[in-house]
């Protein structure tokens, strides 16, 4: 969150379409440019190793066609501004990478330019093995990779891959923050016409040392819900906020974002976004920020991520793991470890009149400090479900609550979690209820159904990262087995990768009895893209697609590995009317043959966006199986192939 003084003012889901329709252009293919700063030359040619350019002026002439790729020699360093001109197009991309051995080639700002690396009103470009720098000690706010777009509408194709990106000038003093700065920084401005990144990838990066932020994404076309304006260190004149225009299916997945001033990662005015498999490592070291937050988001997906490090800025404050901040809708926070957090594990806050809804499910927080929950303005709409949190006996950093309002959240719910808290801390109970949780040391809330017995963990508390969380398994004899509620369309695997078995155990890992294993998917329909394996995997932000022609009737197959009580069967599907399964039977498996349960259901799709919608067929009656198949008879495609998102089951 922002840059906010305190939670004790007033201030300030789960779908990404990551499978498209099936593209049918041809990749151009483009010519090859090399660059060398010592021995180019930009009299030469540029179009191989003997005739390399040498300076970035002579590549920010150049007008780059689709396919073409720069190359700057490996181990050479740029001083300056790398601004390049031209857009690649769908499939064939304008590419700057390396080439020889050696250390990446560094692109080094050196405090002389606002950013080192500025893609600028340009669509299809991939960033991929450069080193980006830009500092030499100032309190001038400096970014190192800038995509900056206006007034221009659509913006496709933007990748940013294998960068080193450090050493961002900026202001190292307590409480001094810019969201305007950043190791990397995608920015919409104007509001002539609605304008908005789509499909951009930041991945496998490592970004160091920003005295601002690590990741960040804002637009100015963000006015909904009673949140009119930016921030103000932005200084935008407030004539040019627009109406929202979300960017859609951003992925910010596989970075390493460590020691940074403020936020970690933080996507603002986004839809269907995913951050996954990320590190951020002491955040917020000079603000009280948050390791990951978004605001203005719709359906975000955060999963399996490492939060840790970040400092305690005093009670109420931020420096938490996670956050859903001003104007979040239809969040889901899952499969995530957060440790050693100086503010808490997670927190929840908006503004005017917009809600913050998200669903937090089987992640685990070992030795958060302050409120390991915040919930705050406007929260409306938490759902927190079998995770598990530790804090131990001699915590290292301030700790006063497990779960704290402010300002009257409502409607949040504790449910299935598993809470060894050998601080003592209390709980708030003004708009939160809870059932079902496992209590183990320290006072219990009004629960409906609490539990008190001995969870009986491995190693609680000896979490070495994010896959190494096994110490938090129930042995035999733990109360957590088994004594979990049924909540419908619970992901159906806990943190480890581990098959819910029903009923469910509490907390975020379950007990060896109960890990069969996760559910397995197959199909007779091929896979064009994506996997198989996405239907199963908890989260609607990845998905599969059959090859091209789809061979209907085919099958979609489930084995669960263990025995289930099916009553109803859920399809989530994007682009529906383009790929979605339109006529169905739905068979189990009784152990030798397989029983069709429902024969010829319709499903009917509103859309053909990248939206993530919902179709659920009921069973006559329920049945306990292991193995669940779809016979799809009929579907849609427009493209040739057919799709799916993810495939649960109640």
């Known amino acids: 969150m922002h840059n906010r003084r305190t939670l004790l003012s007033a201030a300030l889901g789960t779908a990404l379409a990551v499978t ?129 777009a206006k007034d221009i509408g659509a913006v496709p194709g933007i990748t940013l891959r294998n960068l080193y990106v450090h050493k961002m000038d900026g202001v190292a003093q307590v409480g001094k923050g810019n969201i305007g700065s950043a190791g990397i920084l995608a920015v919409v401005r104007g509001n002539s016409v609605p304008t908005y990144f789509t499909g951009m990838l930041i991945e496998d990066n490592e970004i160091a040392d920003t005295k601002a932020y690590g990741i960040t994404t804002w637009s100015t076309w963000m006015q909904r819900e009673g949140w009119n304006s930016l921030w103000g260190e932005l200084n935008i004149p407030a004539a040019e906020h627009g109406p929202f225009k979300a960017s859609t299916g951003l992925v910010i997945r596989g970075n390493y974002v460590h020691d940074v001033g403020s936020g970690g990662i933080n996507p603002n005015q986004v839809a269907d976004t995913l951050i996954e498999y990320n590190t951020v490592a002491r955040p917020t070291s000079t603000t009280t920020n948050v390791g990951i937050w978004w605001s203005g988001a719709d359906r975000t997906t955060v999963q399996f991520n490492e939060v840790y490090g970040a400092r305690f800025g005093g009670r109420g404050l931020d420096c938490t793991a996670f956050d859903a901040d001003a104007s979040t809708h239809d969040s889901l926070v899952q499969y995530n470890y957060s440790h050693d957090n100086g503010g808490g594990f997670f927190i929840s806050v908006s503004l005017g009149s917009a809600p913050a809804s998200a669903v937090i499910r089987y992640n685990v927080s070992q030795n958060d400090g302050n409120e390991i929950f915040t919930f705050s303005t406007n929260t409306d709409g938490v759902d927190i479900y079998n995770n598990t949190v530790y804090v131990s006996s001699s915590p290292s950093r301030p700790l006063y609550k497990i779960a704290q309002s402010y300002h009257s959240p409502k409607n949040v719910t504790f449910r299935n979690n598993l809470i060894v808290n050998q601080a003592n801390l209390p709980y708030d109970t003004a708009g939160i209820s809870y059932h079902n949780n496992l209590y183990r040391g320290g006072p219990v809330p009004p629960d409906t159904a609490a539990i008190t017995g001995d969870p009986k963990l491995a190693a609680p508390g000896t979490a070495a990262s994010r896959t190494d969380l096994a110490g938090y398994r129930p042995l035999s004899g733990s109360a957590a087995i088994g004594a979990g509620l049924a909540i419908s369309g619970n992901g159906g695997r806990d943190v480890l990768g581990a098959a819910l078995r029903t009923p469910v155990d509490i907390g975020a890992v379950q007990s060896a009895e109960g890990s069969q294993g996760a559910p397995v998917a197959s199909t007779t329909l091929g896979t064009g893209q994506g996997s198989i394996a996405a239907i199963v995997d908890g989260a609607e932000a990845t998905s599969w697609a059959s090859t091209v022609p789809a061979a209907l009737p085919g099958n979609v197959t489930v084995d669960y590995r263990t025995t289930r009580r099916i009553s109803s069967v859920t399809l989530a599907t994007h682009f529906g009317q383009g790929q979605g399964f339109t006529r169905v039977d739905i068979q189990t498996w009784d152990g030798s043959v397989w029983t069709t349960r429902l024969s010829d259901a319709t499903l009917a799709w509103g859309s053909n966006t990248s939206t993530v919608e919902r179709r659920t067929l009921t069973l006559p009656a329920p049945v306990d199986t292991t193995r669940v198949r779809l016979v799809v008879k009929a579907a849609n495609t427009r493209w040739g192939n057919v799709a799916l998102n993810e495939l649960t089951v109640a």
């Open 20 to 148: 498209l329709p099936t593209a049918t252009a041809h990749a151009a293919a483009g010519t090859t440019y090399y660059v060398d700063s010592a021995a180019g030359n930009d009299s030469a040619a540029g179009t191989s190793t003997s005739t390399p350019w040498r300076t970035l002026a002579r590549v920010n002439q150049h007008v780059f066609q689709p396919g073409d790729t720069i190359r700057f020699l490996a181990g050479r360093t740029w001083i300056g501004q790398f601004a390049p001109k031209g857009s690649g197009a769908a499939g064939s991309p304008v590419t700057a990478t390396a080439y020889g051995t050696g250390a990446k080639p560094v692109i080094a700002g050196n405090n002389t330019v606002p950013s080192a690396i500025l893609l600028e009103n340009l669509k299809y470009w991939t960033l991929d093995g450069l080193e980006v720098t830009n500092g030499t000690g100032s309190t001038t706010w400096r970014t190192g990779v800038e995509v900056r």
